[in-house]
């Protein structure tokens, strides 16, 4: 049971980064361009790393990383700059 909810926890801290990145981020444009993204997409990524340790904080950082590229993908997918 304890297992089941470690996980349930994690894909709702995934679910979260995925759209307070891809929604609940403020852009700066200059020119046209997206200069600078101020996003809080972090946040759970770090919630998830202080509570459950290192591995599942990378492990929903990188799985709301990849899964938000195929739900608003913003240019090529770069898998060493996740």
């Known amino acids: 049971m304890k297992r089941t909810k470690a996980l349930v926890y994690l894909g709702f801290l995934t679910t979260l980064s995925i759209v307070l990145t891809r929604l609940a981020s403020i852009r700066i444009p200059l020119g046209g361009v997206e200069v600078i993204r101020i996003g809080f997409?972090?946040?759970?990524?770090?919630?998830?790393?202080?509570?459950?340790?290192?591995?599942?904080?990378a492990l929903v950082g990188g799985l709301s990383d990849f899964l938000g590229f195929f739900l608003n993908p913003m240019g090529p997918y770069l898998p060493h700059f996740t």
């Open 41 to 57: 997409g972090q946040l759970p990524v770090i919630m998830a790393g202080i509570y459950f340790g290192p591995g599942s904080g």
